[in-house]
């Protein structure tokens, strides 16, 4: 299939590889939820067995939420390259567009705000910890210039939090996790700002 892929067609590139990350997230879904019953009304409960499922098959989990942070990594510069090339500008953009930012974006803090809850779980082994810290920092530079510099912001905001909950010898990558969001560039893709 890949093989008939036009690569050097930015869109169609984009959504190509899209198909993995959207594919990790869903196998990392499957086993948190293992048993989890997603639509019970006590919020409570269903959180308590997503942690249990994060606690049993933590190796796996800590292998997904890094293989989908590089997956999502290796997507940005070409959608970053398509928006400065070949998107329509904001005020032009469809509905289908708008939403399908709005959406990307969310999906990438929520996958970014699940990693940094991970790394400050003192339950999580060490090795698994380190592996999220090194995949979050090796991602940050290129996730980082798709979103707003707001969200940015918020973001640092919960770093900086996770930097006082994991242990000292691994709170040096915070510190360059945090010069990486804040230091990418700013351009068309991340000025677009839409309200959902």
Known sequence: MLDRI???NDL???????????????????????????????????MEGLNRNGQIYQDEVSAIQSFSLSCMSHVMPTMVRYFQNSSPAPEDMSEEQRTGIVLFRKSIVQSLTGTLTAIQDPSVKPA??????????TAMPN????????????LKAAVDEAKTNIPVNQQHYIDKINRALTNAPCQKVCQIVITP
């Open 128 to 137: 698994n910890r380190e592996m999220l810290l090194k995949s979050m920092l």
């Open 143 to 154: 996730i980082a210039r798709v979103l707003p510099l707001d969200t940015r912001g918020q």
């Open 6 to 8: 036009d690569f050097n």
């Open 12 to 46: 169609v590139s984009m959504r190509a590889m899209q198909g993995p990350c959207a594919n990790a997230n869903q196998l990392l879904l499957t086993y948190l939820s293992h048993g989890v019953n997603l639509s019970d009304s006590n919020s409570d409960r269903v």
